[in-house]
């Protein structure tokens, strides 16, 4: 019986992964796409000090900026799309010179403050099946936009100073392809230059607890990083546009999706319409969806501590009720001891120094464990914080 004993312990002990490096910090990166609207530049700039109050470095986020909204619509033909057409875009230009004017001074208060500005492309078109000539051609295009606001938008004296980035093209490190779509010739594009990430990657394999590994350089990705967006499988209302069309109700299914507002909006609507067919149901829909970040957050941190990776948009899907979860996600984990909420640039500073080595000895949690936080915890935690 002793020697059973004593061989059953050695295997326990034989099994349980070494220790090998030190506990990581859980990362949770928490961004937004377009930047557009300034409401909502308003919206966070607010949330942001709210949350840095006493505690400076509490929340930072990352934003991935349209180079459209720094151009005011009557000199909108100065961007050329890579297919050669002026003036075209999937998604808004700036309005008028004022509009642009506060959207640099948000920008600018945000840069200051520790948030990270990184790129999201020029026009918003989907350039999985563009070639290198073109993305280079668009990234070209973003980077005179973003060093020249004031000039192009035609503005002189006090203007032209209120319209000027504090940064310069050459300092954004970071990119996310409109609709997640690049492809291996943006990454090649993207390793010719200055960019140390890209956020891209949307493929179904990609798992949340998985840590960022570079791009292949067989893909010309020279050392950038992947840091792909998580892929949450929960149990979630849904609805396909035929059976909305049909007049069917909405289920309940398990899914796999990207941790993202957009992607929810769409199963959970049935398309993400601008009209709401399910107006009633907002602020349960933006629940679900909080409790699958919860979930997300809670599997990792008591894991490997693989990096969190969630986006947003500027634009109030269903009222906003998406992005007022995002609060109270954002309320409930940060701050949390071991835990940074940051940017894409302070999490590739990490991996830079963390090493191959190091990266391999993570993933697989070897690293002593903290005490676990339980999903029951951070349930009631979002639920205070939204009191």
């Known amino acids: ?28 990166l928490l961004a937004f796409d377009n930047c557009q609207e300034n409401q909502s530049w308003k919206q966070v700039s607010d949330f942001l000090d709210q949350m840095n109050t006493g505690s400076k470095d509490r929340l930072r986020y990352t934003f991935f900026l349209s180079a459209t909204g720094l151009l005011a619509d009557p000199v909108r033909h100065t961007y050329t799309d890579p297919m050669g057409r002026t003036g075209k875009s999937n998604i808004n230009f700036g309005g008028g ?20 500005i990184a790129s999201h492309a020029v026009g918003h078109f989907p350039g999985q099946d563009w070639s290198v000539a073109q993305w280079r051609h668009e990234l070209d295009q973003y980077d ?16 032209a100073k209120a319209a000027t980035l504090a940064f310069s093209a050459d300092q954004i490190r970071g990119f996310r392809a409109p609709y997640l ?15 140390a990430y890209d956020t891209s990657d949307s493929n179904q394999g990609w798992e949340p607890t998985t840590w960022p590994k570079r791009f292949l350089e067989a893909l010309g990705g020279k050392g950038l990083w992947n840091f792909g967006l998580g892929f949450l499988t929960l149990n979630a209302t849904q609805i396909t546009e035929a059976d909305l069309k049909a007049g069917l109700p909405r289920q309940k299914k398990s899914i796999k999706l990207p941790a993202m507002d957009y992607n929810f909006c769409y199963r959970q609507t049935g398309g993400c319409a601008e009209k709401d067919p399910f107006k009633a149901e907002q602020d349960k829909d933006a629940q679900e969806m909080l409790v699958g970040y919860l979930n997300y957050f809670a599997t990792n941190y008591n894991g490997n501590r693989a990096p969190v990776h969630i986006g947003h948009h500027f634009q109030q899907y269903r009222g906003g009720s998406y992005n007022r979860a995002l609060m109270r996600f954002a309320r409930a984990v940060c701050g949390r001891p071991e835990v940074k909420c940051t940017t894409y640039k302070e999490l590739t500073d990490y991996m830079e120094k963390l090493g191959t080595t190091g990266r391999n000895q ?14 029951e915890e951070l349930v009631q935690s979002a639920k205070l914080a939204s009191e």
């Open 1 to 28: 019986m002793f020697k059973s004993l004593s061989l059953t312990l050695s295997f326990l002990i034989a099994s349980a992964p070494a220790i090998a490096v030190e506990r990581p910090p859980q990362f949770v």
């Open 362 to 375: 993570v993933q697989e949690g070897r690293f002593d464990k903290a005490a676990p936080v339980s999903i």
């Open 144 to 159: 005179y936009i973003i060093n020249n606001v004031a000039s192009i938008n035609g503005l002189k004296g006090d203007k």
């Open 97 to 116: 010179e004022d509009e642009v004017i506060e959207r640099v001074r948000w920008i600018n208060k945000l840069h200051r403050d520790g948030n990270e």
């Open 181 to 195: 779509q690049g492809g291996k010739n943006l990454i090649q594009v993207l390793g010719e230059r200055r960019y």
